[in-house]
């Protein structure tokens, strides 16, 4: 039997620093960032570099790849479209990022805002339907996806809209599953959970529990908040493609400090990490944003190559 995993939303109630009330801190500071960095910090530059898209490329020694074979990941996340963040700027970042002729895309969640429009909703599934048609796509959602979190901030109050749209375009939305699949012949499990800030994080309806025997094909796991890897922790997955932090969307300049990242753990908001000895995780900066700016932390498409180890 699969021991239940503690309460994590119970024991951190009163030390989570993304409260109801914190998040709102938050995001009214980030507001008034909004309005006063662009001339306080050279004009339009914070507003221009949030448009300044980024290709990042990993190479990863990964289990069940084998000598002379290799699989190139697109992973995406955030897209954020919006008020801020048009259709026309996430094509432009899918199409930078099919430019590398991956072998299969992953959205890690957060491809709304607020409540989108029926025609920007639609035309977002109408661009996703275009490049999903060439390669396998995966996603999970994120935390202004729809739920109990988005109805609180903006947001729809459920995702229903939006796994229609993703269904209509071939997307493999995955909330709490898992397939098996083979990508140019080799045989992986794919993943997702739901998201950790909406309480529908349930690593026990898809994953291996580590007291069970794990299953012979490496898993690759989508999950929207990288701080999820706690409650992930006695479960079987080999990769997290996580996104969330926007790489902190603003950061010191000369140094690394994010103070904005909506991240508990601080040492993950962005790139890859080794993390419990075996594992990796994968945090990408995200092709959005919220309130229209960025500073010293360009958006970015990841490109991660599984080789052979």
């Known amino acids: 039997m699969i021991p239940e995993i503690p309460d994590f939303f119970q024991s951190r109630s009163r030390k989570n620093p993304y409260s109801r009330r914190k998040v709102a801190r938050r995001r009214m500071i980030l507001r008034i960032l909004a309005a006063v960095l662009p001339p306080a910090l050279g004009g339009i530059y914070s507003k221009l570099e949030a448009s300044w898209l980024d290709l990042s490329k990993i190479t990863l020694p990964f289990r069940g790849i084998q000598k002379k074979e290799k699989l190139k990941l697109l992973h995406i996340s955030d897209l954020h479209l919006s008020k801020t963040v048009s259709i026309e700027e996430i094509q432009l970042a899918l199409r930078k990022g099919f430019s590398e002729s991956p072998d299969a895309c992953f959205i890690t969640g957060d491809f709304i805002t607020e409540i989108p429009s029926e025609p920007d909703l639609e035309g977002l599934g109408k661009l996703l ?18 739920g109990s979190w988005a109805s609180r901030h903006g947001g729809p109050d459920t995702s229903d809209n939006l796994k229609r749209v993703l269904k209509k375009s071939r997307v493999r ?16 499990q794919i993943a997702g959970v739901g998201d950790l800030w909406s309480k529908e994080c349930q690593p026990r309806l898809c994953l291996t529990h580590r007291s069970q025997t794990p299953s012979r094909e490496p898993v690759i796991l989508m999950c929207h908040n990288p701080d999820a890897k706690e409650i992930l922790r006695p479960y079987f997955w080999n990769l997290m493609l996580a996104g969330h932090t926007h790489g902190g969307q603003f950061i010191v300049p000369f140094t690394k400090f994010a103070p904005f990242a909506p991240v508990v753990d601080q040492s993950m908001i962005e790139g890859l990490h080794r993390w419990d000895k075996w594992r990796h ?9 919220i309130y229209g700016f960025r500073f010293n932390c360009r ?3 990841s490109l991660i190559e599984l080789v052979s180890k």
């Open 129 to 146: 339907s275009m490049f999903s048609s060439k390669i396998p796509t995966y996603a999970c959602l994120g935390n202004h996806d729809g």
């Open 173 to 188: 939305l995955l909330v709490n599953e898992r397939i098996r699949v083979r990508i140019k012949g080799i045989p992986l």
């Open 281 to 289: 995780i994968h945090i990408t900066r995200g092709v959005g944003n």
């Open 299 to 301: 958006p970015e498409v």
